[in-house]
């Protein structure tokens, strides 16, 4: 399958409606295929969708989406945007633009947004290692956000491959990950085990560098993620919001770093 890429200025037009992560169960239908295609959403917005499916196809041929949303399922006239595999979880990742929903509908979405948004804002300002930022600035971060899920014992991403995943920003929402460097090339020693409300990740895009660990997920865990686009656009839109959380994920790698080297002196 050809990867498209998503232009710049469509990122940010895509985000002048807010989105929120948001995972509920999905269908697609094409004129590719009979039936539908399962998937979930990873994040959810008025005008459209970003949904993970496990099999390839023509994003360009969808039809409707249907959501299972609170209250019960809803079926959406829908235009495929873009498209991207995400090799590191064997997912692929279309985002999709609403056609002309119902009024009834977008006053659902409405609702549904804003109160996603108002509890992921509330666990990141009051239970994450980004409680110092403000009420505004978290959410802010709750609507460039998506949910992601891996399964107990998969790499979030590894430090010594640059592939999907590797440059995003996460936190905790449920589960532990345990962090891992790697020891004269052959044994992977972990280092930080993290629970709810940590901040890992993202080094390539505050450093422009390979991420300096691998994170695995040691049980079922659901991460929140800022992902490149989203940063991208952050840096564009809310270059204030973009330097405190560059600021936040370079203070957490360098207590980790610290607590690390205190490690090894006494050890010798």
């Known amino acids: 399958m050809t990867q498209a890429a998503v232009p710049f200025d469509h990122l940010l037009h895509s985000r002048t409606d807010p989105r929120v992560g948001a995972d509920f169960s999905a269908e697609i239908a094409s ?31 969808i039809r409707h ?3 299972h ?9 829908a235009t495929g945007k873009w498209q991207r595999e995400e090799p590191s979880e064997r997912v692929v990742l279309t985002g999709v633009a609403f056609t002309s929903p119902p009024d009834e509908v977008v006053s659902r979405l409405w609702d549904i947004v804003l109160d996603s948004g108002k ?27 998506r949910w992601r899920n891996v399964s107990a014992g998969q790499f979030v991403y590894r430090g010594d491959v ?33 629970g709810p409300g940590r901040l890992f990740g993202g080094l390539p895009l505050v450093a422009d560098g390979l991420p300096g660990e691998s994170a695995q997920a040691v049980t079922d865990v659901r991460l929140l993620e800022i992902h490149e686009g989203a940063f991208r656009y952050l840096c564009a839109a809310k270059p204030w919001l973009a330097h405190r959380l560059a600021a936040a994920t370079t203070q957490a790698y360098a207590r980790r770093a610290g607590a690390l080297l205190a490690r090894l002196g006494d050890a010798l």
């Open 65 to 67: 989406v249907v959501l």
């Open 119 to 145: 509890a992921l804002a509330r666990f990141l300002y009051a239970e994450s290692d980004l409680s110092h930022f403000t009420v505004d600035e978290a959410v802010g971060l709750a609507h460039a956000s």
């Open 162 to 194: 640059q592939r999907s995943g590797a440059s995003s920003i996460f936190v905790v929402g449920r589960g532990e990950v345990v962090l891992q460097i790697r020891v004269r090339g052959t044994v992977d020693h972990p280092v930080a085990r993290l």
């Open 31 to 61: 004129s590719e295929f009979s039936g539908v295609l399962a998937g979930e959403t990873r994040d959810l917005g008025i005008g459209g969708a970003c949904i993970a499916t496990r099999s390839p196809f023509s994003y360009r041929s």
């Open 69 to 77: 949303l609170p209250g019960g399922p809803v079926r959406l006239e």
